[in-house]
């Protein structure tokens, strides 16, 4: 068996209610005689539920960002995507409760408000989910910002890397993540990085991330002030960060597996 992660279990309100109650059924009916985790986080989520599990063969195996998850510069990718500043912040998923997207609206005018910066977006890339909280309304109530929020909705693949290593800062202030990907591909490509601290994100980010709780709107504003003022800082946290996502490949996962 493989497993991506338990939201469905730790955080049911995330979650559809009937595929909540067949995930758990499905949970506790394993009998696999080999569990592949993608973190080791989920390993210990899973050996929560499945306690008997300790003392057979649970393996961790790593996912990895695309190798095309590189440095690449695209001059027009501020024009193409309508962000009209020199500087953006970005953040990548569907707008899923959990993702946090509120919260880093909220942290993001917090810090505009006492930086007074005028020339740094915030970037949001991902659709809607099905049971997204609706983001737009509280753009709309963001006063002399809605220009600068720009929510691409769904991006092609190929424009990705770019902006990935067009952005200033990359913040993932997810709530919970099986393994957590896009931090992962913005350190690829050179983004520096703020995670959220819980779940399987300090896995994934080590020590190439600055790291909030998620929970306190001054909090976040205060790391992306800290990154947005530290020209060296960055520089040092994209270098961590590059080195870091070399410890992930598909080539280690399947040597792993197989």
């Known amino acids: 068996s493989d497993l991506h992660d338990l939201i469905p279990l730790k955080f049911p309100q995330f979650a559809v209610a009937n595929f909540a109650k067949k995930y758990r059924c499905w949970i506790k009916s394993i009998k696999a005689d080999e569990v592949y985790c993608n973190s080791r986080s989920t390993l ?42 020199n500087n953006y912040i970005l953040s990548v998923s569907d707008h899923n409760p959990r993702k946090n997207f509120c919260h ?15 020339d740094i977006s915030l970037v949001i890339v991902g659709p809607q989910a099905r049971d997204s909280v609706n983001i737009k309304d509280l753009v709309s109530l963001q006063q002399n910002l809605q220009s600068n929020i720009v929510l691409t909705d769904f991006v092609p693949d190929e424009d990705m890397p770019s902006l990935y290593t067009e952005a200033e800062m990359f913040v993932y202030p997810s709530l919970y993540e099986g393994f957590g990907l896009p931090p992962l591909e913005a ?6 990085v703020i995670s959220a601290d819980n779940s399987s994100l300090p896995e994934v980010c080590g020590d190439a991330a600055l790291y909030i709780s998620g929970k306190d709107v001054a909090e976040t504003s205060a790391a992306i002030s800290k990154l947005h003022n530290n020209h060296d800082l960055r520089e040092k946290l994209a270098n961590a960060g590059l080195n870091q996502a070399k410890q992930f490949s598909w080539h280690k996962t399947v040597q792993t597996i197989f």
């Not at 989520?45 to 306690?51: A, G, N, S, T």
């Not at 880093?104 to 005028?118: G, N, Q, V």
């Open 44 to 85: 210990n989520d899973f050996l929560e539920y499945r306690p008997d599990y300790k003392n057979k063969n649970v393996t961790v195996a790593h996912l990895a960002a695309n190798e095309t998850f590189k440095p690449s510069v695209n001059q027009n990718i501020r024009q193409k995507y309508g962000i009209g500043t």
């Open 104 to 118: 880093l609206i909220e942290s993001y005018a917090k810090f505009i408000e006492e930086s007074k910066s005028d």
């Open 187 to 192: 350190m690829s490509c050179g983004c520096p």
